[in-house]
């Protein structure tokens, strides 16, 4: 048995038994672990706040062959506001099964730690709407997993285009001339779905910004602005189709995040 230590990120708790509990936990060493956290349920300790979802901390942890046992826990950051509204509630926790299903053991991903930890802040700060930080999430988490889509230029004729539509199976862009030349009939596609391909028309300011999402430094993923709310729209429906296209799973805390929201409109 080793003592390891490292920071991490709690993505997801199951009580076990009467007093403990199990966490997942997204490390900057060792990947997506699950940790046994005994008593944590009624100890009391700064275990007990650590262990909660949401929380980011410094853990010192057993670990024997492939089982990780809570040792101590020192809370770095609770994002506390988080748990402030349900639709932030909910949000966050949307972002927390992505990074539950993405990550796995022994494959630490610092990247997509730093933008969930981001992404939470700026939830718990309630300083950017919902949808920015919901997309701008969608489109960096798809691109640092390896699914980057090219959003600069059309993939047919390299030209940039005004009016393109997102082919989002092959993470590419075609524009309306070349999209035309392929198929006289449908200019206006919502989507549409044939031998496998889905097609989002994207219009040219989310573009920009879902191009924006993807190349900007980490720190700055939020500084944009999207006014015309079709713009808005178009970006959130573009980013959360090509996430979850590209990963092939269906969310249950996405279908609660949009019940939330639309019971709140
Ligand atoms: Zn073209």
């Not at 038994?17 to 997942?24: A, C, M, N, P, V």
């Not at 539950?100 to 802040?121: F, Q």
């Not at 700026?122 to 090219?150: C, H, N, T, V």
């Not at 729209?233 to 969310?251: D, M, P």
Request: aromatic fraction near 10%; proline fraction near 3%; glycine fraction near 4%.
């Amino acid at each position: 048995m080793a003592l390891v230590q490292t920071k991490g990120l709690v993505v997801r708790v199951v009580n076990y038994g009467e007093r403990d509990r199990i966490l997942t936990v997204l490390t900057e060493d060792f990947g997506l672990i699950t940790v046994m956290a005994n008593g944590s349920r009624t100890l009391k300790s700064r275990a007990l706040i650590a262990a909660e979802q949401f929380c980011y901390s410094q853990y010192i942890l057993f670990h024997n062959k492939d089982k990780y046992t809570l040792r101590e826990v020192e809370l770095i950051e609770s994002f506390f506001d988080i748990r402030a509204d349900i639709e932030r509630m909910a949000l966050a926790g949307y972002l927390c099964e992505v990074v539950s299903h993405v990550g796995t053991e022994n494959n630490p991903d610092i990247p997509l730690l730093r933008l969930t930890l981001n992404a939470l802040y700026a939830i718990s700060s309630g300083k950017y709407p919902l949808w920015q930080i919901k997309g701008s999430f969608e489109m960096r988490a798809a691109a640092i997993l390896g699914f980057m889509p090219a959003l600069s230029s059309c993939a047919a004729c390299g030209e940039e285009g005004e009016d393109t539509v997102l082919d989002v199976m092959n993470g590419v862009v075609i524009c309306e001339k070349c999209r035309n030349l392929q198929s006289a009939n449908d200019v206006q596609i919502e989507e549409q779905r044939e031998s496998n391909s889905i097609l989002c028309l994207l219009r040219p300011a989310a573009r920009a910004a879902l191009y924006y999402t993807i190349e900007c430094p980490l720190e700055r993923i939020l500084s944009f602005r999207l006014d015309d709310p079709e713009e808005q729209k178009n970006f959130s429906y573009a980013a959360e189709t090509y996430l979850i296209n590209q990963l092939e799973f269906g969310f249950k805390t996405l279908d609660f995040y949009k019940t939330i929201i639309s019971i709140e409109a």
